[in-house]
């Protein structure tokens, strides 16, 4: 019995000490999502630019996953259960912001595309009226996985089903096919390395017939294009983990492949994504450091 204890007592130590540290690194992701936010609204010229209004987008999507799968994990580490009809108001905003986030830059790449390929109409399609449609649109591709995976939830559950308690998890929604929600996201996702491929090459093209100033800019926008592929390739990782865990037999193996994975392929890209863009644009950053300054100024001035 004194073994048993013991190693009961240590596996709940474990489960503790993770929990804590998760809830740190959360912490810190949405302070510096919750700053660059900040940024972003205290200049003015970001709410008219494209780029700037599309990668706010990002951030607040990315917020909000950080924050409501943190609510998701606590419930889960206190084996708290829901009834499902709440756990669906909870998941529902989570699975459409995972699309969000990679569907968003999508259009950042495409908004480049315009910039560089189509530079006499940049002005007509980013304008701010057509921004806000840009917005719904990206919202509505985004709330296709949604619309899929839950149509298909709906007409599989009973109506006693809603009003059981369980643990709240995504994964309950697969209920007709397992791997449903993941080959959605992963066609999705192929669709628009398509574009942004293509995209890629369009401005190749354009970067090798430039000359002078139209080719640093031009070079300019492929290394943003780059970037953003490279964003992508962040959120495409989180769909990763979900086979690499359907490999794991044992439980306690499983456990700590699920922490890994949920560290590394889920709340790192959330943050390198938005923090490598903030940094890496010139005016973004200046922004940033100069609105970093005047705080620390006021507050020592007080």
């Known amino acids: 019995m004194a073994p048993n204890n013991s190693l009961v ?14 809830q740190v690194l959360i912490m810190i992701f949405l302070c510096i999502n919750f700053l660059l936010i900040l940024t972003f609204f205290k200049k003015e010229c970001f709410h008219t630019t494209t780029r700037y209004i ?9 917020s909000c996953i950080l924050s409501l799968t943190d609510i998701l994990l606590i419930l889960v580490h206190f084996n ?9 108001i909870i998941s529902l905003p989570v699975l459409l912001c995972i699309t969000v986030t990679p569907v968003t830059l999508t259009a950042m790449v495409l ?5 560089i390929c189509m530079p006499l109409r940049h002005g007509e399609l980013c304008s701010s009226r057509s921004m806000m449609h840009c917005i719904l649109i990206i919202h509505s591709i985004s709330s296709v996985p949604c619309i899929i995976i839950f149509s298909t939830f709906f007409a599989s559950a009973s109506i006693n089903f809603y009003k ?8 309950i929604f697969d209920i007709s096919q397992s791997h449903l929600r993941t080959a959605i996201y992963q066609i999705q ?39 953003h592929s490279f964003q992508l390739l962040l959120c495409l990782i989180q769909l990763w983990y979900p086979f690499i865990e359907a490999a794991i037999l044992n439980f306690r193996v499983y456990e700590n492949v699920r922490y890994v994975n949920y560290i590394m392929f ?24 100069t609105y970093n300054l005047f705080v620390l100024y006021k507050r020592n001035t007080k």
């Open 80 to 88: 708290i259960s829901i009834p499902v009809w709440l756990c669906i």
């Open 164 to 171: 059981q308690y369980h643990m709240c998890s995504v994964e």
């Open 266 to 289: 889920y709340l790192a890209p959330k943050c390198l994504s938005p923090l490598i863009y903030g940094l890496k644009d010139e005016c973004f950053f200046r922004a940033l450091k």
């Open 189 to 227: 996702f192929l669709i628009m390395c398509i574009i942004i491929v293509l995209s890629y090459v369009k401005i190749l093209k354009v970067a090798k017939a430039a000359s002078g100033e139209d080719k640093r800019l031009t070079r300019k926008g492929l290394k943003t294009v780059v970037l």
């Open 9 to 22: 007592i240590e596996d709940l130590l474990q489960q503790n000490i993770r929990l804590n540290i998760v």
């Open 54 to 62: 599309l990668f706010a987008i990002t951030l607040l999507s990315d």
């Open 111 to 115: 908004e480049r595309y315009v910039a």
